[in-house]
């Protein structure tokens, strides 16, 4: 899926290649206009050219691979991308400090991204709230100052959360490699499309994991959570790991291993009572699948262990 972007005849592909001007600095659609940019360009290497802004980026739909490596652009707003397919993209050595919310909301054909080279990102926070990110296969965030990553109501396929983690090859810098990170903010993720948290074990200076109203895959909430269990395990044994919040069906599912963990003296567990999209003021005695009420799924589960019992000696079960 991720090469189609580049099955296209050579004459379909413009590559605009402009030397670095001395007229000030500019929008991207200024520049584009100034330099003639086809409408229908694939392919903008853009670098160093005085752009302070991506506005009039979205009058260029077709473009595939956008490089615009240092430009003193400053700001990335929520429409920047609105409408757009780049399936590439290179922002490093920029002077970007803010990410606005849901500005990557739109990006679900990206599989490549450069945001690297010491952006100087405001309070050290990246900003990809709401992104969709699921087609990505390589991320370098390398030499990049920051401690925070949301990541909250953002959607994220296996192969784009291990990409995240890992950068997705040896010329790649991810997430799980940058030890600046102490925070990141899974709050209302779409993670159904991850089952293994493997690619996250080596954060060794996360400190704060938020999980709440987080959507697991399927096979991670009929194995009750295991692999919430093991990432947590996973980062305080590697790293400091001491905060961390998760939805009451993930504590119910595995009390026990959790009211241990809060009890160390450096832990601090938040158990919220919330499903994707909804919130839960209160967990429900019955509530056999943890989701904030009582219908015919519980009865089910109840009706199919009906008349079990685990009682030793057996003969008093049934006095």
Not at 133 to 162: M, P
Request: glycine residues 6%; negative net charge.
């Amino acid at each position: 899926m991720k090469k189609k972007v580049f099955i296209t005849t050579v004459l379909a592909v413009i590559v605009v290649m402009v030397p670095s001007s001395s007229r000030g600095e500019y929008s991207f659609g200024q520049w584009a206009v100034d330099t003639g940019l086809a409408a229908d360009v694939t392919t903008v290497e853009a670098q160093s050219q005085g752009i302070t802004s991506l506005d009039g980026l979205s009058d260029y739909p077709n473009i595939e691979v956008l490089v615009l490596s240092n430009n003193p652009i400053t700001r990335i707003k929520v429409d920047d991308f609105a409408g757009m397919h780049i399936g590439e993209m290179l922002l490093s050595a920029t002077d970007i400090t803010i990410i606005e919310t849901g500005a990557f909301s739109e990006m679900q054909n990206l599989y490549r991204l450069y945001l690297n080279d010491k952006i100087p990102l405001e309070n050290k926070f990246l900003n990809w709230r709401g992104a969709k990110f699921r087609n990505l296969t390589a991320l370098t965030i390398k030499d990049l100052s920051v401690t925070t990553i949301d990541l909250s109501f953002a959607e994220l396929t296996q192969s784009a959360f291990d990409a995240m983690m890992t950068g997705g090859g040896a010329a790649f810098i991810g997430m799980g490699e940058l030890n600046s990170i102490s925070e990141i903010n899974f709050t209302n993720a779409d993670l159904s499309g991850v089952t293994q948290f493997n690619q996250m074990y080596s954060m060794t200076n996360l400190q704060t994991l938020n999980l709440a109203n987080t959507l697991f895959a399927p096979s991670v909430i009929s194995g009750n959570y295991q692999e919430v269990v093991v990432l947590a395990n996973a980062l305080e044994q590697q790293g400091i790991l001491s905060f961390l919040t998760i939805d009451f069906a993930v504590y119910a599912a595995r009390q026990s291993y959790w009211d241990d963990w809060d009890a160390q003296p450096l832990n601090e567990l938040t158990v919220v009572f919330a499903v994707p999209g909804r919130d839960c003021t209160a967990p429900i005695r019955g509530d056999m699948n943890n989701d904030c009420k009582i219908d015919f799924k519980d009865l089910a589960d109840i009706v199919s262990r009906w008349l079990e019992c685990n009682l030793e000696p057996e003969d008093l079960c049934w006095q």
